[in-house]
């Protein structure tokens, strides 16, 4: 088959992001978040939420969260070979991200991986289980983020994958109002939507679509995400 990407015909991510600065201190950034959403900051930490930066160990629980997540959305579920190729190729070879896990009383509840490249980086696959809203597991993660892209130096937190303006009747409503509580501004960026190239069953075959993904960040770096 030939071994090139091209544009989706379907796209699985709104056209528009939220992006965070996060070259401001810590109180800066949490200044800019409206009041109720640096409250939940707060209540995570208060209610016992620890976030820490998981090993290839926790790659189970996380694959878990994220079929529980996907199964309840009605998408459809990731093979495990997909954890572990994005673990192998981009975390441990390449250095660009971390797994990161909210976990109450031991338990995961809530997950996610950071991208980071130059100036920018980015959430992806954030995941939970169906988990009592008071606890609030993921502000504690998107706050771990947070100081997370600043200690890898970068300027923004690209956040993905936000519909624009929805009525409160919209499926993607909750995820709208999670992450534009994270900044006083909404910055609105037209994304080039989704690629597709294609990957062997075989999880060996996963390797050179992934060295693709990574040429394309890097081919991005830069600052072309600056307001």
């Known amino acids: 088959r030939p071994s090139t990407v091209r544009r989706a015909r379907k ?3 709104p056209l528009a992001t939220v992006q965070i600065s996060v070259a ?5 950034i949490q200044a ?20 820490r ?8 629980a996380f694959l878990g969260l994220m079929a529980d997540t996907q199964r309840r959305r009605g998408h459809t579920i990731q093979p495990e070979g997909f954890g572990y190729a994005l673990w192998d190729e981009l975390i441990e070879t390449d250095k660009l991200g971390g797994l990161f896990l909210a976990e109450y009383e031991g338990r995961a509840l809530s997950a996610g991986v950071g991208l ?8 992806f696959y954030p995941v939970a289980t169906d988990i009592p809203r008071s606890l609030r597991p993921n502000y504690g993660l998107i706050w771990a983020l947070i100081q997370w892209s600043k ?10 994958g936000v519909p624009i303006d929805p009525p409160p009747e919209h499926p993607l409503y909750g995820i709208y ?51």
């Open 11 to 13: 796209g699985t991510q």
């Open 24 to 28: 401001e201190d810590l109180d800066a």
């Open 32 to 51: 800019r978040m409206r009041s109720r959403t640096r409250g939940y900051v707060r209540t995570a930490e208060k209610q016992g939420i620890r976030v």
């Open 53 to 60: 930066e998981g090993t290839r160990a926790d790659l189970p």
């Open 116 to 123: 980071a490249l130059g100036a920018n980086a980015w959430e």
């Open 151 to 160: 200690s890898r130096g970068c300027r923004r937190l690209d956040l993905r």
């Open 177 to 227: 109002q999670f992450k534009t509580g994270l900044v006083t501004y909404k910055l609105w960026l037209n994304q080039t939507g989704g690629f597709a190239t294609w990957v062997d069953n075989s999880i060996g075959a996963t390797a050179p679509s992934i060295e693709r993904v990574k040429t394309q960040y890097r081919a991005n770096d830069g600052d072309e995400f600056e307001n």
